[in-house]
C-alpha cells in the first residue's frame, strides 16, 4: 500500500480508495477460510481421540487402584499398636 502510494507517486497503479488491492485480499481470505476451517476439524477429531485415549487409561488406572485396595483390604496387617518382634521373639 505504502508503495502504491509513495513510491508510485506519479503514475499510481491503483488510486486511493485501493479497490485491486482489496479484491486482493478478498480473494486470499476467501482461499484461506476452508483451509482453516478444515484444519481446525481435523484437530479437533485429534482432540477427540486424544481425549477418548485419556479416558480409556484413566479407568483401567482407576480399575486397576481399586483392584490393588481391595486385596490391600484382604490382608489381616498388624496394628500400627502391636509392638513388631523380630525371629528371637525380642521386643523392639
Known amino acids: 500500500m505504502s508503495g502504491n502510494t509513495w513510491l508510485l507517486a506519479e503514475k499510481e497503479f491503483d488510486p486511493?480508495?485501493?479497490?485491486?488491492?482489496?479484491?486482493?485480499?478478498a480473494i486470499i481470505c476467501?482461499?484461506?477460510a476452508p483451509i482453516i476451517l478444515m484444519s481446525q476439524n481435523r484437530e479437533a477429531?485429534?482432540?477427540?481421540?486424544?481425549?477418548?485415549?485419556?479416558?480409556?487409561?484413566?479407568?483401567?488406572?482407576?480399575m486397576l487402584l481399586s483392584e490393588i485396595l481391595r486385596r490391600l483390604e484382604k490382608r489381616d496387617f498388624p496394628s500400627q499398636?502391636?509392638?513388631?518382634?523380630?525371629?528371637?521373639?525380642?521386643?523392639?
Not at 16 to 25: A, K, S, T
Not at 45 to 62: G, P, S
Request: hydrophobic residues 30%; negative net charge.
Open 30 to 32: 476467501g482461499l484461506q
Open 81 to 92: 499398636h502391636d509392638p513388631i518382634r523380630d525371629s528371637s521373639d525380642r521386643q523392639t
Open 16 to 25: 486511493y480508495p485501493y479497490v485491486f488491492l482489496n479484491l486482493v485480499l
Open 45 to 62: 477429531q485429534k482432540d477427540r481421540l486424544r481425549a477418548d485415549l485419556d479416558y480409556q487409561v484413566n479407568l483401567k488406572n482407576e
